[in-house]
């Protein structure tokens, strides 16, 4: 098992940096408060021990404010391991307000004073020496980038490892609160009331921050000393009012800035002052968060990182386009008639390689995402936009989820949902997962690039920022519905602290863009590809009965009794350049190419899946969508990817003797059902329908009710229809 070590600290210390040099791991690190949600494992060794080391999600501090702190603190409680205590050294006054916490808790913990070079940087100097024997525990200056100090850190986590563990600190609360701990800290001994928990004091503590969820394991735990308890904070909170006009949980917290203050006097933390020069980040924040310059220079850099990805990635996806038609076309030249055949060309490769033709375009949408979130703008941007999100019931760390669910397109409604266990109130946090899964993901992308491409040559990377700039609007406008409607309720104020602004690293891009990518393919090549095979079934089950084939068959002779059997070479006809054929032969072949595709149709209809599509046209057909798109739509509820996969088999069915393996985009725009008005509305239903699979159970989990989930398919898919309707009719008078 190990030695059971936690890295604890404020969100953006470095812990994922340092977690994933120690134990090789490659976690996300980021530089945006907030990245790690969830709780990682790893291991490493040292001088011959083995350490089991733990990635706690940021917090600020121990009590139950968001779900991160709850994580962190059972446990803590519950595995009691060493923690190693990542304190930013740049920003030590505020790091230290966990640490008093840890000790409190009477954890045995040991300081990383990290990012000691942004502090030198800055003209901060600290004694880490002297820092240690005032608080009494282990302090090592690391750089966890770099490894610095990595080798000391582990030989103190491991050092004393026999020793009792260390006794709680008990810091001074002033006289009306002390007393009421030591009330309190006496009936909590007596009952040993939550005993397995947590230190008694430690309680007594939680009990007058106020904290819900200890409040609530003390109801389940013990009804009647909970009460007790409950009954003498109350009397705290009523005296404290009258008097000081303040609550215990201020006054606690008040305290322990006291004590860090006289712990980091002059001698342990001195600044080297230099008033000419503002610190680098100020300065650029002076420009880049501007209250005019800088929504301006936000939504400039936002339109070229479009600019970027659609430029850039023409070739690229142009190579994966031609590699797959390649694909398509050996395998049919190579497989024997049947269904073998026409289960890979036409189910597998079609599916799968539509979806995987945009992986050069997603890479390069993640590689520019990456860079506004390693640099720290991205923080930036939250703390812009909270002002506008203030207005729609939201809170600029909503900002995140959305930008992680596509906001800037190409991200995951799964993480960006996740992403939400960062708002403090229940509220926002409702409102924001709900509306998330409208972004435009990188399932969606396709869809979009798709459609656009077949249908609006002119002006891709634009259309693309627009259909990003109605997502916005859409989600935020359901937000506010909802606040108004289902979660009403009151908006928390914005506490989130700006990183600096940090050089990215190569590295550090590549592994981001990488992991994202990765998960995209992962996703087409499992899910995607089983669902391909499952929608290619669907649409060749069941085939035609024989007596229609006949009749196909049937038409066929006739035709080509039509002709002069002498001067045609059939074999001839499918290789022969159109060019080279005789006039008769033309005709001949157009003839039997109608036909086929006529019986193709019809095979299609007749499937399952045919079946299906059909029955909805009646309601579809307001929207402009045929029994194709349909069966699409359907498979888009598995994962939006098979929109794209749907289509594209549902549209080669048939044509897999043609003589030129045309593209997707290319036999759209040529096909009768298909216009502008089709494909807008489309992209429409597409970015708003109910959200995939995967995001629903998210959605539920967070939630913490099914209800939700239900909820959001029908709401999502009700307004989408709606939205995509109004589109089409108005659409149809334009064009
Ligand atoms: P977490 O939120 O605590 O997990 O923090 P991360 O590990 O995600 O790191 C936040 C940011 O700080 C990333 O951009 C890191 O590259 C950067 N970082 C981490 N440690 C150091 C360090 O010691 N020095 C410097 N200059 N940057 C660091
Ligand atoms: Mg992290």
């Known amino acids: 098992m190990g030695i059971k070590v936690a890295l604890a600290g404020n969100p953006n210390a470095g812990k994922t940096t340092l977690f994933n040099k120690l134990t090789g791991a490659r976690q996300h690190v980021g530089n945006y408060p907030g990245v790690t949600v969830e709780k990682k494992e790893g291991n490493c060794s040292f001088n011959g021990s083995d350490l089991n080391i733990t990635d706690l999600p940021g917090t600020y501090s121990l009590t139950a404010y968001t779900d991160e702190e709850v994580v962190a603190r059972d446990f803590l409680a519950d595995t009691r391991p060493r923690v190693i205590n990542i304190a930013d050294a740049s920003n030590l006054e505020r790091h230290l307000y966990l640490t008093v916490q840890l000790m409190e808790m009477g954890m045995p913990v ?104 200890m409040i609530s394991k003390g109801y389940e735990h013990d009804k009647t000393t909970t009460e007790a308890l409950k009954k003498i904070v109350g009397r705290v ?69 479009y600019q970027f990805t659609f430029t850039y990635s023409e070739l690229p996806v142009a190579w994966f386009e031609n590699f797959f038609g390649w694909l398509g076309a050996t395998a049919s030249a190579v497989l024997p008639d049947g269904y073998l055949k026409s289960m890979v060309v036409s189910g597998i490769i079609d599916g799968v390689g539509g979806v995987m033709g945009f992986v050069p375009l997603i890479m390069f949408m993640f590689f520019g995402i990456s860079i506004l ?67 435009n993901c990188g ?20 259309l693309m920022f627009v259909f990003t700039l109605i997502a916005w609007c859409g989600a935020l406008l359901i937000a506010k519905l909802f606040r108004m409607t289902v979660i009403r309720g009151e908006s928390t104020p914005f506490v989130m602290e700006l990183p600096p602004y940090r050089m990215p690293t190569f590295r550090g891009l590549l592994i981001h863009t990488w992991e994202r990518t990765a998960q995209y393919i992962k996703k087409a090549g499992t899910v995607i590809l089983a669902i391909s095979i499952l929608i290619w079934a669907i ?81 579809s057909q307001y929207a402009g969508f045929d029994w194709r798109t349909n069966i699409a739509l359907v498979g888009g509820f598995a994962a939006k990817e098979v929109i794209v996969s749907a289509l594209g088999t ?53 939630a913490g009710s099914w209800k939700w989930g239900l909820f959001s398919m029908v709401f999502n898919t009700i307004f989408a229809y709606v939205l995509a309707v109004a589109v089409y009719q108005v659409a149809l008078t334009l064009i």
Request: charged share 20%; glycine share 6%; proline share 4%.
């Open 110 to 213: 040991i300081i990383a004073l990290n990012m000691i070079d942004v502090a030198n940087q800055r003209g901060i100097s600290i004694n880490h020496e002297l820092l240690s024997e005032r608080l009494g525990v282990p302090v090592v200056p690391t750089v966890a980038r770099s490894g610095k100090g990595h080798k000391e850190l582990l030989a103190e986590t491991i050092r004393g490892l026999d020793n009792v563990p260390p006794r709680p600190i008990e810091l001074s609360y002033g006289e009306d609160i002390d007393s009421a701990l030591d009330e309190m800290t006496q009936i909590i001994e007596e009952n040993s009331f939550l005993a397995d928990f947590c230190n008694s004091r430690w309680t007594a503590l939680k009990f007058l921050e106020n904290d819900a969820h």
């Open 237 to 305: 909170e009523k005296h404290l009012l009258s008097t000081l006009n303040t609550s215990p949980e201020a006054l606690i917290a008040d305290h322990r800035y006291g004590y860090i203050k006289s712990v980091l006097l002059e001698d342990v933390l001195s600044y080297k002052v230099d008033n000419d020069r503002l610190f680098l980040s100020d300065k650029i924040d002076k420009v880049l968060t501007n209250r005019f310059l800088g929504p301006i220079i936000m939504l400039a850099i936002l339109f070229g990182l």
């Open 373 to 439: 979130e390693d640099s720290g703008y991205l923080a930036r941007v939250a703390y812009m936009l909270d002002r506008v999100l203030r207005v729609f019931g939201l809170h600029g760390s909503s900002v995140m989820a959305y930008i992680v669910s596509g906001g800037i397109a190409g991200g995951c409604a799964v993480p960006g949902v996740m992403a939400t266990r960062t708002l403090r109130s229940r509220n926002e946090k409702l409102a924001t997962l709900l509306t998330a899964p409208f972004m």
């Open 443 to 462: 399932a969606k992308m396709p869809v979009l690039a798709l459609l656009i491409a077949a249908f609006f040559t002119e002006s891709q990377s634009t």
């Open 539 to 619: 649409m060749t089950f069941p085939e035609l009965p024989d007596s229609q084939v006949q009749s196909f068959e049937a038409q066929r002779s006739a035709v080509m009794v039509n002709y002069d059997q002498a001067t045609i070479d059939m074999a001839a006809l499918e290789d022969i350049q159109e060019e080279s054929l005789s006039e008769a032969a033309l005709q001949l072949k157009n003839d039997l190419t109608v036909i086929n595709a006529k019986e193709a149709q019809t095979a299609l209809k007749n499937s399952l899946a045919g079946r299906m599509g059909t029955a909805l046209e009646s309601v």
């Open 650 to 702: 549902a549209y080669s069915l048939g044509e897999v003797d043609a003589e030129e393996s045309s593209s997707l985009s290319e036999t759209l725009s040529e096909s009768p059902e298909w216009n502008k008005a089709v494909a807008l509305a489309l992209i429409i239903f597409t970015m708003f329908y109910a959200p995939c699979f995967v995001t629903v159970v998210c959605i539920v989990r967070e």
